[in-house]
Every structure is written in structure tokens, then in C-alpha cells.
């Protein structure tokens, strides 16, 4: 079995654990949330803070604790406390309490970008960006199975079914991923965490091109994401009249486009302008989270459209973002460097989260807080589009 293939079959649990227990939150816990609970738009996005504020905390915690114990061993712990957590949801009926469990619940995107990230790129070795983009497209894949799975019980409401076996899947996976990724090359260079950064080492992450992708890109981003992930639920069902079902299958039917944008960057990414490509899904995905708020109400199928253009736009930037910030640094300061691109996007996170918040709590209305993100985005794709023509991004290719 070549090292590609044990990689992507590797990618598969630890996809599903990673979806459920992030998608799965802004999916399934939203429902739980604004149905079983009978919670508002407003509770909602103050437990997303909770969520959002456990990723940043998981992110500044698992990449020193990766150095201590190993990336793989770090990734096993963080998939079998989430099938834990997730399991726990049903049980939880006080949204004091769900907040907290939900901050815990991070634990898998503190490690996507800290660990996960470095661990697939050591193991890719010559082609990093293909292997990124390989097992990008694994983990998009299974997002939209797994929540396509989910959409009959969605329709039932029955979630203590639905969070009990999801809980049991990711034990599974659990399992999976430590036999699967036990032959992988987990990298035999030092191990540098964000807490022992030399001053030195500072400079040299720290540089143009690293600088410009964290300011242009990866602090708008969110704006995107968070937006849709966060609120697209709550707009297709209050404006659109759209069911849970109906919105569970649109949210992973409409991730086709980013599929097929992944298959052809896992060809090609090593061989393009990742920065350029990171701005080129920007640009577009801002513009569908822009028009989605534009669409008039009732009108479900523009609505889709327009969610489909934005994950076109996604999938550019899921084969490119982690690509682009892996060529700009050292390879003894990989984890660093993704460690500082997981909690420049959590803050980030955390950022978009709080304002959409305000946003809601003034008086404007979701259709409002898309055009208004999409705006941001759009902004920032134009800029790192621009910029990586300049000096600084003139042949960002692997010597």
C-alpha cells in the first residue's frame, strides 16, 4: 500500500469524528438547541462562543502537548474525549451547562490545525500540498455522507438517538485511526509548540508572506465560514421556511462543488500559486455568502444556488489556505506555524461570532449579516489576489 493510499484511508475516521463534532454542532446541536430546548437565534450564538472560545483554548494547548506525547497520540485523545462529549449532549437540558461541555467539545478543531495539519504534511514528504489536499477532499467527502445519513432522524427530531450514535461512530473511529496511522511517517524533525518560539524563530515565521496571508486571508475568512456554518441554518428556516431536514441535506449536497475543486488541487497545488489560489476562494466565496442575503424571502432553490457558489469558493480555500502557509515556513517551525493559523482563525472565530451577535441583538436581520460578511471577504480576496503578484509571493513553489 503506497503511502498516499494508507494517508487517505487514515483521513477517513478521523473526518468523520472532525465532522461530527464540528458541522454536526452548527447542524445537529443547533436543532437541538432551537427545538428541544426552545432556545432563540441570540442563546444560540452566545453557546457558539462557548464553542469557538474551547477551540482557541484546545489550539494554544495541543500542539505543546504533541511535542510532549506525539502527533498521532495527541489525535487519538482528542477523537475519543469527543465521542464522549458528543454522547453527552442529549443528557444536557440547562444551556448553562451545554456551553462549558460544547467549549470541551473544540477539542477536534484545537487539533485539525495544531496537529492534524503537520501530521499530514510529515507524511506526504515530497508533494505536502497534495496530501493536504487529498485528505481535504476525504474530510469534505464524508462531511457531506455523514450529514446526508443524519438528515432522517433530523426530520424525526429524535436526538438522543442521533447524538448516542453518533457518539458510538466516533468511538469506532477512534479505533480506526489508531490502527490505520500507526505506519505513517509522523515527521522526524523537532517538534516546535507556539510557547517555545525562540526570537529567532519568530522572524522567520513571521515574514512577508506568512504576515500577508494571516492579515488578508485568515483573519476575513471567518467572515465567511462562521456566517454560514453559524447561520444558514436559522435563515433557511426563518426566512425561507425551509424544514430541518430539507436544510441538513442542502448543507451537504451543496459541498459537491467543493469536492470537485479538491480532486483537481490535490493534481495541481504544488504546481500553482496556493496564495493566489487562496484568493480566488475568497473573492468567491464571499460572494456567495454576500447574495445569499440578498435572495428574497421564500425563495429556497437561489438560496441553494448561492450556498453551492460559496462552498465552490470554500473548496479553492480548504486545498489552499494550509498549502500556501506550509510553503512560507521552516519545516522544523511547521506545527508553530499551523498552531498560529488555527488561533489566528478561532480568534477570528470568536471575533465574527461576537459581532454577528451585537449585529443580531441591534436589530438587523440575518439577511443583513450576510451581506455584510460577504462584503469582508470579497474584500479580502481581492487584496491576496492582488498581493500575490507582488515581491513577496513571486514564486511561493517549494525549491
Known amino acids: 500500500m503506497s503511502v498516499f493510499t494508507r494517508l487517505i ?74 465521542a464522549v462529549l458528543f454522547g453527552a449532549i442529549p443528557f444536557v437540558t440547562e444551556v448553562s451547562v451545554l456551553g462549558p461541555l460544547l467549549a470541551l467539545l473544540g477539542v477536534m478543531h484545537g487539533v485539525f490545525f495544531g496537529v492534524w495539519f503537520p501530521f499530514v504534511a510529515a507524511a506526504g514528504r515530497a508533494t505536502p500540498g497534495r496530501a493536504i489536499a487529498g485528505t481535504q477532499f476525504v474530510f469534505n467527502t464524508c462531511s457531506l455522507l455523514a450529514i446526508l445519513v443524519a438528515a432522517p432522524i433530523m426530520q424525526k427530531e429524535a436526538y438522543r438517538t442521533l447524538f448516542l450514535v453518533c457518539g458510538a461512530v466516533m468511538a469506532l473511529c477512534t479505533v480506526a485511526f489508531a490502527a490505520l496511522s500507526a505506519k505513517l511517517d509522523q515527521g522526524t524533525g523537532k517538534v516546535t509548540s507556539i ?8 522572524g522567520q515565521l513571521f515574514h512577508g508572506p506568512f504576515l500577508w496571508i494571516a492579515l488578508a486571508g485568515l483573519l476575513l475568512e471567518p467572515f465567511g465560514f462562521h456566517t454560514v456554518n453559524q447561520l444558514f441554518p436559522p435563515l433557511a428556516r426563518n426566512a425561507h421556511g425551509m424544514g430541518e431536514g430539507a436544510i441538513t441535506v442542502a448543507v451537504s449536497v451543496t459541498r459537491l462543488p467543493a469536492l470537485l475543486v479538491l480532486l483537481g488541487l490535490a493534481h495541481w497545488i504544488d504546481r500553482l500559486n496556493a496564495c493566489r489560489c487562496y484568493g480566488v476562494g475568497l473573492l468567491i466565496g464571499g460572494a456567495g455568502t454576500l447574495v445569499m442575503g440578498l435572495v428574497p424571502v421564500g425563495q429556497g432553490v437561489p438560496l441553494l444556488f448561492f450556498l453551492a457558489l460559496y462552498y465552490l469558493g470554500q473548496g479553492t480555500v480548504w486545498g489552499s489556505n494550509s498549502t500556501a502557509v506550509n510553503r512560507m515556513v521552516p519545516t522544523d517551525l511547521r506545527d508553530a506555524a499551523f498552531a498560529c493559523m488555527g488561533l489566528i482563525l478561532m480568534v477570528s472565530l470568536l471575533t465574527v461570532g461576537v459581532v454577528h451577535n451585537r449585529l443580531l441583538e441591534a436589530g438587523f436581520t440575518l439577511a443583513n449579516v450576510f451581506v455584510i460578511s460577504g462584503l469582508l471577504v470579497v474584500g479580502a480576496g481581492l487584496t491576496l489576489i492582488v498581493r500575490a503578484g507582488g515581491r513577496d509571493f513571486r514564486d511561493p513553489r517549494p525549491k
Open 195 to 202: 510557547w517555545r518560539l525562540r526570537r529567532q524563530d519568530m
Open 9 to 82: 484511508l487514515t483521513a477517513v475516521p478521523m473526518a468523520v469524528t472532525w465532522t461530527l463534532a464540528w458541522f454536526g454542532v452548527f447542524c445537529f446541536v443547533n436543532a437541538y438547541v432551537e427545538k428541544a430546548l426552545g432556545q432563540d437565534s441570540v442563546v444560540w450564538t452566545r453557546l457558539t462562543l462557548w464553542f469557538i472560545g474551547g477551540v482557541v483554548v484546545w489550539g494554544a494547548t495541543v500542539a505543546e502537548l504533541s511535542a510532549k506525547i506525539g502527533r498521532r497520540r495527541t489525535l487519538i485523545g482528542a477523537m475519543g474525549l469527543s
